[in-house]
């Protein structure tokens, strides 16, 4: 069974930085892309970024220049840099595997019940 676990987040003001890691056990991670959805209430979920095994990411329009995707496959880790925060950001990301398509990952989760436990993202000035 794939874990994921989640930790970052808190607190930022306007045009501040955060970072979220995603640490994933039970997976080879050096052989799956990872994805970050969130979710804010009332709201639909959204794809945020992804990376693929081979380390190319993709980012939604809403985040791109301002969010950035890292990995570590050593430590099973990987992370979303959140930078330039806007209000619109708050919100609640979840990380998860998803699905690599003509070697771009995709914003579709590979499995529906293995995401990371959720990491709330407050922007406050």
């Known amino acids: 069974q794939w874990e994921f676990v989640q930790s970052g987040g808190g607190l930022a003001q306007p045009g501040g930085s955060l970072r979220l890691s995603c640490t994933a056990s039970?997976?080879?991670?050096?052989?799956?892309?990872i994805g970050w959805f969130r979710q804010a209430p009332g709201k639909v979920r959204e794809g945020v970024a992804c990376?693929?095994?081979?380390?190319?990411?993709y980012y939604a329009d809403s985040v791109k220049g301002r969010f950035t995707m890292s990995r570590d496959n050593a430590k099973s880790t990987v992370y979303l840099h959140l930078d330039s925060l806007k209000p619109g950001s708050a919100s609640v990301y979840f990380c998860?595997?998803?699905?690599?398509?003509?070697?771009?990952?995709?914003?579709?989760?590979?499995?529906?019940?293995?995401w990371g436990q959720g990491a709330q993202v407050t922007i406050s000035s």
């Open positions: 039970g997976i080879s991670l050096d052989s799956y892309s």
């Open positions: 990376i693929s095994n081979m380390h190319n990411p």
């Open positions: 998860t595997a998803v699905r690599l398509l003509e070697g771009i990952c995709a914003m579709r989760e590979l499995q529906s019940d293995s």
